[in-house]
C-alpha cells in the first residue's frame, strides 16, 4: 500500500519540503507495533517497503516514507532524495538543523495517527539512521532542534550503518532538565555497522555509539559486524570525472540481528537484565 506525498515543516521552520510516496506494510497479525523506516541517500521508501514485507516479524506495522528531492552538498548540490542536507556521511559534517527538524516532524506526524496502545518506533538505514537517531534525541530532550515542542512518545529507535547528528550540542540538551535525562536513560537505542563500510566508515557509527552513551543514552546497543557487505542501496557519489553511481552496502547480519530479536519479543535488554518490549511474536 502507498499514498502521495505530503509537505513537512517542524513548527517554527522556515521552509516546507516536499516528502514523496510513503509506502505501508500490514502487519499480517495483531498490531501491536508500528515503525517508520528511513532509506538511505538517493533511495525512495518503495525499495525498503519490499523487503520490510518479507521480514516474518506480523505484528509490526512498517510506514516507509520517501525523503524529498533537494540539493546536496555532497553531490556538489545535484538533486537526490536525502532527509537533510549533508556535506559528509559523518558525526563531523555541519548539521542541517532545519532538515532534521523537517524531517523528524514528518517521522512523528507519520505516528501521531496510531492507535495509541501501540509501541511506536524509527529506525533507519545510513543517512536514514542519521535522522532515525536525530529522532530519538528530539524525543529525550522533549524538543526539535529548533525549540518548538516534540509531539510523539517513541518506543524505540534504531540505527544501521549511520551516524549520529547533532552530536556536539547533545550533552548540554540532555542535562537541561531532569525529565530529558530520565527519557535518554531509558529509552532503547541500537546501533549497527559493518567494519568493511566504505560509505559510512565504521568509526563513525562507533563515535556517535560512544557519544550517546557518554551523554546519559544508557540503553544503547552497539554491533559490529566483520563479514563483508552486499549492494544493496544505489547511491549517487562524487569522483574525480564528476558524479558517477555507486552502490551503498548493507551489512546482511544488521538485518538479521533485528529481526531476531524481534521475533524473540525483545529489541534491548536493559542493565537489570529486564526488557524492553516493542512486540511479543508468538
Known sequence: MSFGGASSVAAGGKRPFEYGRTHVVRPKGAHKATIV???GLGDNGASWSQLLETLPLPNIKWICPTAPTRPVAIFGGFPSTAWFDVADLSEDSPDDVEGLDSSAAHVANLLSTEPADIKLGVGGFSM??????????????????????????????????????????????????????QKASSLPLMLCHGKADDVVLYKHGERSADALKSTGFANVEFKSYNSGTIPFQRRWTKSSSGLRQAWNSA?????????????????????NNKYLWLCRIE
Open 128 to 181: 536514514g539512521a542519521a535522522t532515525a537517531l536525530y529522532s530519538g534525541t528530539c524525543f529525550a530532550h522533549g524538543k526539535y532542534g529548533n525549540g518548538n515542542p516534540y509531539p510523539v512518545n517513541l518506543s524505540v529507535a534504531v540505527g544501521l550503518s549511520g551516524w549520529l547528528p547533532c552530536a556536539r550540542s547533545l550533552k548540554n540538551k540532555i542535562e537541561s532538565s531532569q525529565e530529558a535525562a
Open 251 to 271: 551489512v546482511p547480519r544488521q538485518l538479521d540481528r533485528m529481526k531476531r530479536c524481534l521475533e524473540k519479543g525483545s529489541v534491548w535488554r536493559h542493565l
Open 37 to 39: 523506516w528511513l532509506h
